[in-house]
């Protein structure tokens, strides 16, 4: 992808789109040098394209104006992508990282920064999923410990922390559907807790309660959810 360089993927949607983060070369090396990619690949000519996520705005912008800025903040993940091309992932500004969405358009796309929780502004965040309907599962650390959160578009102002979920109120996103999300949380020895919610979003009101549990004796650890909300799960022996 990068000449000289490394890559990580990330993603695939069913248009062929793979999303990821690539090393890119730098003139300030204490600068953050992982840049957000999507990568496409035309059958029809053979041909393919990788696209530095930041250069559909500018290398530094500032995704809370759109402005260009000296210090902005810059796309460096990109985690994951739905068939409608929307794009979750993290960006950072050399000090904190913040969930972003990306959503294409005709004349390139614009990010937007998801909101943090309320009164916790210097809280981590990062997004790894997104479904069909736009919805946003991510994750966010506070005190040196991992929460989840559902961003729902037709409440776009909030983040909705899902303190209820997991082992007291700890959990790790690992899967999004239409309808389910899946938790993972600290659980005894080493071994994790995997949790299945199900969801809805109708009238624009959130609602989600437990659907299923694999505790940490059964040593599963949650590692993905299709949109059949089949689980697949590993398991220590």
Known sequence: LVPGGDASTRDINNNGIVVGEMAVVIENPALEDDRAFMWSYDSGTGTHETVNMNDLSDLWFDLDTGDVAEEGWIAVRAYGINDSNQVVGMAINGTFTRSFLYEPDETGGSFTLL????????????????????????????????????????????IHLLDDVGVNGVGYPKG?????????????????????????????????GLKETYPDEYQYTAKDLNQNNELVLDHRI
């Open 115 to 158: 909101p943090q929780p309320a009164g916790q502004a210097e809280v981590l965040t990062f997004a790894p999923f997104i479904n069909e309907q736009g919805v946003v599962l991510g994750r966010y650390t506070l005190n040196e410990t991992w929460y989840a959160y559902l961003w729902v578009a037709s409440d776009p102002g909030v």
């Open 176 to 208: 999004l559907s239409d309808s389910h999300f899946v938790i993972i949380s600290n659980g005894v020895g080493g071994y994790y807790t995997t949790d299945v919610y199900a969801y809805s979003t109708d009238a624009g009101v959130l609602t989600y």
